[in-house]
Every structure is written in C-alpha cells, then in structure tokens.
C-alpha cells in the first residue's frame, strides 16, 4: 500500500501509513525532532558504524522478521520523509542502523546503510560515506 500511496504522490498517506504500522509493532516515531536532538542520534548511530567492513556485514546473523518489519517501514518512511519531513530523515536512517546493529541484518539493512551513506556523504564525511557504501557494495554481492 505504502508503494502505491508514494507511486501515485500521495507522500502524506504514504508517510501516515508508515507511521501507523510502526506505532502498531510497538515503534516510537516523534512528529518532529529538534536539530541538536538529531545530531545527537547520528553521532551515537556513526559510532555503531565507524569503520565498519564487508566481513563484519557478511558475518552479521540475519534479522527476525519483527526487526525487519521495522526496517522495512523505516526506510520506506526515510525515503518518503526526503520530501515531505526532511528534518526527520537523519533520525528514520538513524533507527534502521540501530536495529540492524542490534538485531541482525536483512535487505532492508542494506537500503538503511546507503541512506545512512547518503547522510553521512550530506555531512560532509566522505570518506565514511565511502567506506561505508564500499561495504555495503560488497555485502549485496556476495550475501543479498
């Protein structure tokens, strides 16, 4: 639903519906975050990731379905939220790495590191950026 809803344009349906799955699995999404708030959470979210290589994503167990059922609906809702929330971006990527880190790695992880990529490339952190797409590059070639 939530793919159609944003085929069609329809952003704000779409983000509600997101929205609304995620409070229904138990997650806590804030209608709107303060900027050092953000900035906070990917700090705490670049230390879960600094450096991290091909072999520890490889070796990553693969997540529940709850976890990946957030980190499908996080991702949709970070993408969705590019153009209608963009303030709330950096905290949607932000959650999908948490859980990835915490719960294992999925398809959905995937999407959630290269938007997290983008981030970090949109904070001027290239070479995490790099380093973390080439990761990620590796990942999806030799596990997904």
Do not use: W
């Not at 379905?65 to 590019?82: E, G």
């Not at 992880?109 to 290239?126: E, T």
Request: aromatic letters at 6%; a positive charge.
């Amino acid at each position: 639903l939530v793919t159609i809803l944003y085929a069609r344009g329809e952003m704000v349906n779409a983000y509600t519906t997101c929205h609304e799955v995620l409070s229904q699995i138990g997650e806590t999404v804030p209608k709107a975050i303060d900027p050092k708030e953000s900035a906070k959470i990917i700090a705490t979210t670049s230390k879960l990731v600094k450096n991290i290589s091909d072999t520890e994503l490889l070796k990553m167990e693969e997540s529940e379905v709850q976890p990946r059922t957030s980190m499908k609906f996080y991702s949709l809702m970070a993408t969705i939220a590019l153009f209608i929330k963009p303030e709330l971006f950096p905290l949607l990527v932000c959650r999908v790495v948490q859980l990835t880190m915490e719960h294992g790695i999925c398809k959905y992880s995937m999407l959630g590191l290269v938007q997290y990529a983008a981030l970090l490339c949109g904070k001027n952190d290239i070479l995490g950026s790099s380093q973390l797409g080439k990761a990620i590059i590796s990942c999806l070639k030799n596990r997904f």
